[in-house]
Every structure is written in C-alpha cells, then in structure tokens.
C-alpha cells in the first residue's frame, strides 16, 4: 500500500455513556488522549478478527499530564532505548490488561524495578509488531507465548525475594 493510501483518516464512533466512561477512565490510566485510546481498541478489535493492517501511526503528541513528574517519578521513568518514556509505562499497563494471569506478578514489581519495566516494554514492543504483521512466521508467536510466560515466572520469583 502506497503511503499517501494510508494516511489517517477520523472517524466518529457513538458511545453510549457507559462506554464514554469507560473509554475516558482507560485512558486516564494509560496517561493518553481518549482518541489515542480508541485508535487502540480498533486496531486491536480489527486484528482479533483477522484483518491485516499497516503499522500503526507513530505517536504524534506526549501523555495527557496534569503535573510535571517530580524526582522520584522522574528516575522511574528513565527511557530504555527502544521505547520512549511517554508510551514505556502505557505500553507495559496494556501488556499487564491484555495479560493479566501470567503477568500477575507484574504489578507487585512496582515502577522502581528498571529490569522488570524494561523487559515487560521489550515484551510489549514485541506484542506490537506480532499484532501489526510484522512477523510472518507463526513460531515467533509461539517464541512470544514462551517468553510470556518465561517473564511471567521470572517476576513471581522476584516478587517472592522481595518479600
């Protein structure tokens, strides 16, 4: 597909209240506009049934914030170089909802583990491209499910030494 037949296009979509409500909560948790949030729950809905689609846009503004971040939040939110800082923690929050029984763990490792942050984004960025096509071999899904679940018993165990 040529890059000028891929330009974004809007679309209005009808919400009925409860659905504005969640959709708005959503994306107050994942620190970015309610149109960003949508676009994923699309592009998602559109994979799970099957559709073949062009790599997503690229990210075009930062997080909605209603305060800078102070010192603390500012050195847990160090960038790995593969994956800004504006999307590293929606990226990881998305992984942890779309996975949430092998990533159980995930939420006990809090935002000041660096090595848990890191590998579940590299896991995210990774899920990205398995959704977009990106692979087209399907034993890289299977490598992806693995190393899920590989990560999921490496956060356990770090979760039971910290204790």
């Known amino acids: 597909m040529s890059r000028a037949a891929s330009e974004l296009q809007r679309v209005a979509v009808s919400l009925s209240r409860g659905e504005r409500d969640a959709l708005r909560e959503l994306a107050t948790h994942r620190s970015e506009p309610e149109a960003t949030t949508a676009a994923r729950l699309v592009r998602a809905g559109l994979v799970d049934a099957g559709a073949r689609l062009d790599p997503p ?95 999921g018993r490496w956060l356990e165990e770090r979760s039971r030494r910290r204790r």
Not at 94 to 109: I, K, Q
Not at 113 to 135: F, I, P, T
Request: glycine share 4%; net charge neutral; with cysteine.
């Open 57 to 151: 846009p690229k990210r075009r503004r930062g997080p909605v914030r209603n305060e800078p971040p102070g010192p603390a939040q500012a050195e847990a939110a160090q960038p790995v170089p593969w994956l800004p800082t504006t999307v590293c923690a929606a990226a990881v929050s998305a992984l942890n909802e779309r996975y949430p029984l092998d990533l159980r763990a995930a939420l006990a490792a809090g935002a000041d583990d660096r090595a848990a942050r890191e590998r579940l984004a590299a896991l995210s960025v990774w899920r990205d491209q398995l959704d977009v096509g990106a692979h087209q071999d399907p034993r890289v899904e299977l490598l992806f499910s693995d190393e899920l679940a590989r990560t």
